[in-house]
């Protein structure tokens, strides 16, 4: 049972949009940052979003974060096929002094 | 570029001390939080846990009784410990940079049998 809570997986066609939730608690999501991975399969997990909505050198716009509360979310927009794998949300949990992660989403591209 | 490399047994019995290390080449391991997170195949990650050179050190709080993480700066190497492993510990097991992690290992598979 993981900390924070994602949903199982999402889908959407080619070039649509899609966003994945994240939801937590006010010992982590509510007051630390929120960073978001994208693992493809048989691959180290990639840093796409980190501070909440801010994106490392390379990754395209087409992703974005945002946080409200104690809840996070992934935006992907113009989506290909590329973007098929499992993506993770996580952060700081100050009650646990321990980092905790989601319990990741599959998304599909139709 | 930081690139980190993680190596140990593949293969560990139940009961035994699971030790990996992680060698960081492209940068010190003086500065930065530097963390270990497994994933067991099919499922999500698992935060294990990090260290700041300062002597920061914190844990997962349900691995915390048999985790220890160290560090030996002179070979600019990290290292995990974990005690009385079982099979739930089979894992991918990979060492990363930050508090954010932003920089991965490629990860090596550690399976629990006898």
Redesign the interface.
């Known amino acids: 049972q993981?900390v924070l809570t994602q949903p199982p997986s999402v889908s959407a066609a080619p070039g649509q949009k899609v966003t994945i939730s994240c939801s937590g608690s006010s010992s982590n999501i509510g007051n630390n940052?929120v960073?978001w991975?994208q693992q493809l399969p048989g691959?180290?997990?990639k840093?796409l979003i980190?501070?909440s909505n801010t994106r490392?050198s390379g990754i395209p716009d087409r992703f974005s974060g945002s946080k409200s509360g104690t809840s996070a979310t992934l935006g992907i927009t113009g989506l290909q096929t590329g973007d098929e794998a499992d993506y993770?949300c996580?952060t700081?949990d100050s009650s646990?002094?321990?980092?905790?992660?989601?319990?990741?989403t599959k998304l599909t591209v139709l | 570029q930081v690139q980190l490399q993680e190596s140990g047994p593949g293969l560990v019995k139940p009961s035994e001390t699971l030790s990996l290390t992680c060698t960081v080449s492209g940068g010190s391991i003086s500065s930065y939080y530097w963390s270990w997170i497994r994933q067991p195949p099919g499922k999500g990650l698992e935060w294990i846990g990090h260290f700041y050179n300062s002597g920061i050190t914190n844990y997962n709080p349900s691995l915390k009784s048999r985790v220890t993480i160290s560090v030996d700066t002179s070979k600019n190497q990290f290292s995990l410990k974990l005690s009385s492993v079982a099979a739930a510990d089979t894992a991918v097991y990979y060492c990363a940079r930050g508090l954010t992690p932003s920089y991965w290992g490629q990860g090596t598979l550690v399976t629990v049998s006898s």
Do not use: E, I, K, R
């Not at chain 1, 646990?96 to 990741?104: D, Q």
């Open positions: 993981s940052y960073f991975y691959t180290a997990p840093l980190y501070d490392p993770y996580g700081w646990l002094s321990a980092g905790v992660f989601g319990g990741g």
